[in-house]
Structures are given as C-alpha cells and as structure tokens.
C-alpha cells in the first residue's frame, strides 16, 4: 500500500516538519492581577520552554489606547492575537532547528517537543479559537507592531492567516473578583485600572470544560499554583 503520510512540501503552514512531534502552544490566561505572568514563567522555567508575555506583543495602536484608559475592541484585539499564534509558530520553529529537533525528554524535565509559553488574557471563546489557530486572522501591519518585536526588523512574513499545526492548551489563572480587585489597586505602573479590571470580567467567558484547559487556583501560594500549572500541562501532554 502507498504511503499516504502528508509530506512537509504538502503542508506549507506547519511549523515544523510533518514526521516530528506537533509542537506546543501553552497560554497562560486570565484577567489582569490574575498573574498569568509569573504563573507562565514559572512554568516555562519547569517545562524548559521559551516565555513571551503576550503585553509585549500588543501593537502601538492598541498600547496608546489601553493608555488612555479607551477599552479595546474585537478588532483591536484581532491582530495582536494572530500575532501571538504567529509568533508562536515562528519561535517553536526557531527552537526545532536551533536544537535540530533534539528536545528533553519529560524525565529531562522537558517535553519532549518544541514548545512555548505565552501569558495573555484570553477573555472570550472567540479569543481563545484564535489562538487555537481555528480562525482566519492576521497579525498587524509592520507599521504597528510593536517595537521590541524581533520580526519588525527581519524578512520574515508578517501577515499570514493562523494555522492549526500547532497544539494549543490554556492553563486559566482562576480567582474571585475580590482578590483580583485587591492586587490590581495594589499595583502601580500598568496601563490596566479597576474599570478595565471590572470591564475584563464582564468580558470574560469561563474556559472550563472546553478541551485542553487546566484551572489553577490562584489564592494559593505562588510556588503550589506553579506546581499546579506544571502537573496539570504534563498530565495533558500524556505524562502524568
């Protein structure tokens, strides 16, 4: 019988050649103060993968609105998601040949695959098949993105429709709006206040049940919602 495995010149949108590993797209999600940021490097440090806080890839337009205090809109948030998956799939990429597909193993402490983790709020379902790669978005113009971005300043396609070579799962940083509020009115320098807290989870669209989501309690103590996170992705990933 012929061999009808998809060969990679057959598949020009995934990430990494056709015969390795899929790789991993872990978002870290919440509202703001959830503290997906330090859940997500915490993780990223247990799981010998890349970190990227998903702020940073915001493009200007939206930064100077969220500065104003103005929410954003779908359409806002439309690129700068794409620009997330996209980014994803160019770093998992990067990191396949860097190490020419030669990653650790789970009792290396790794995964055994390329792998990223990226903290980004991840509110609505919408949002989330977005970052899943199930819907067609692009990622901002070059004349938008954000400075510290690397592709800004290479040859690399900017615009391209997201794609689903890419295994997605979400660790959900789950608090009451009680706590969330307490540590956001502690915090100082950030472009988020009480109404875009209150206005973040009006928004928000609980992601527990969908498929690929783990829940980690966040009014524990850093170090047990960090071992959460970690158990809960290795359970996922099939090593419990």
């Known amino acids: ?14 990430t990494i050649p056709v015969a390795e590993p899929e790789p991993v797209l872990i978002i870290v999600m919440g509202p703001a103060s959830c503290g997906k940021s330090t859940v997500g490097s915490d993780l990223a440090t247990s799981l010998n993968l890349p970190f990227i806080d998903g702020d940073s890839l915001h493009p200007a337009s939206n930064i100077a609105k969220m500065s104003s205090g103005i929410p954003l809109t779908d359409d806002d948030r439309l690129p700068w998601l794409a620009l997330i998956r996209s980014t994803a799939e160019r770093k998992c990429k ?9 990653f650790k193993t789970f009792e290396q402490g790794g ?19 977005i970052l899943r790669g199930e819907v067609e978005a692009n990622p901002p113009p070059e004349h938008d993105l954000p400075p510290s971005h690397s592709i800004a300043n290479t040859e690399h396609k900017v615009s391209h429709p997201a794609t689903t070579a890419l295994q997605t799962y979400f660790v959900y940083c789950d608090g009451t709006p009680e706590l969330l509020a307490s540590r956001i009115a502690a915090r100082k320098g950030h472009f988020m206040g009480k109404q875009m807290l209150e206005s973040q989870l009006a928004t928000l669209e609980n992601p527990k049940g969908e498929k690929g989501v783990i829940a980690v309690d966040i009014s524990k103590a850093p170090k047990e919602v960090g071992e ?11 090593h419990p």
């Open 228 to 238: 959460q996170a970690t158990q809960g992705i290795r359970k996922i990933l099939g």
């Open 1 to 14: 019988m012929a061999d009808t495995k998809p060969q990679a010149e057959d598949r020009p949108d995934l």
């Open 94 to 102: 990067e990191e396949y040949e860097r190490c020419g597909g030669k």
């Open 111 to 129: 995964i055994g695959r390329a792998g990223i983790v990226i903290a980004c709020s991840a509110l609505r379902k919408w949002y989330r098949d």
